[in-house]
T-cell receptor, first 116, second 114 residues
Framework: GAVVSQHPSRVICKSGTSVKIECRSLDFQATTMFWYRQFPKKSLMLMATSNEGSKATYEQGVEKDKFLINHASLTLSTLTVTSAHPEDSSFYIC????????????FGSGTRLTVV | AQSVTQLDSQVPVFEEAPVELRCNYSSSVSVYLFWYVQYPNQGLQLLLKYLSGSTLVKGINGFEAEFNKSQTSFHLRKPSVHISDTAEYFCAVRSSGGSYIPTFGRGTSLIVHP
């Protein structure tokens, strides 16, 4: 149980376009989803936390207008990178879980974004 | 506030040798501790976790970790590694109450040589 599907696994887009990444919890209801960015040889940088039905909470330094997060249902959260630039190229990972008593966080398989 | 320090950025080891990946944390409250493994271009997979109870925790793939409260450590061990254990390993901590957001260490790259 506790499977999180992240799609796409790889995407290449042109500079100035927008890209949407989906994160789905397949067999449980995820009240909370986290979005991380991972640079090469670096740890995970938490970008934002989203709770179903409410606005995402962004970490300091993360542009909310650039990285749009929507968590419209208990099984789906999306991250849209708007007007992408080459410096947005990175590995993005989502994680889903349930708050309250610890159930564990399950990670998606990640999305490699390359902006050319 | 809490933090995690993984003391080694890279640990090379020969196949079938034992390995220990070190993790120290700091927190003003009680914590839960985790180890995750990440294979290239993949997400993170939970290896094991400490919530309470026995300080020796056994996880998947033959890994185990020991919670040492006095030394604020949660080192990961495996008695005999395989080539397939080559990956990035992350230690993470979150408070047992309040914020449920985990804090990750910078990762340790385990490189297993034949």
């Amino acid at each position: 149980g506790a499977v999180v599907s992240q799609h796409p696994s790889r995407v290449i887009c042109k500079s100035g376009t927008s890209v949407k990444i989906e994160c789905r919890s397949l067999d449980f209801q995820a009240t909370t989803m986290f979005w991380y960015r991972q640079f090469p040889k670096k740890s995970l940088m938490l970008m934002a936390t989203s709770n179903e039905g409410s606005k995402a909470t962004y970490e300091q330094g993360v542009e909310k207008d650039k990285f749009l997060i929507n968590h419209a249902s208990l099984t789906l959260s999306t991250l849209t990178v708007t007007s992408a630039h080459p410096e947005d190229s990175s590995f993005y990972i989502c994680s889903a879980g349930r708050t309250g008593i610890y159930y564990g966080y399950t990670f998606g398989s990640g999305t490699r974004l390359t902006v050319v | 506030a809490q933090s995690v320090t993984q003391l080694d950025s890279q640990v090379p080891v020969f196949e079938e040798a034992p390995v220990e990946l070190r993790c120290n944390y700091s927190s003003s409250v009680s914590v839960y501790l985790f180890w995750y493994v990440q294979y290239p271009n993949q997400g993170l997979q939970l290896l094991l976790k400490y919530l309470s109870g026995s300080t020796l925790v056994k996880g998947i793939n033959g890994f185990e970790a020991e919670f040492n409260k006095s030394q604020t450590s949660f080192h990961l061990r495996k008695p005999s590694v395989h080539i397939s254990d080559t990956a990035e390993y992350f230690c993470a901590v979150r408070s047992s109450g309040g914020s449920y957001i985990p804090t990750f260490g910078r990762g340790t790259s385990l490189i297993v040589h034949p």
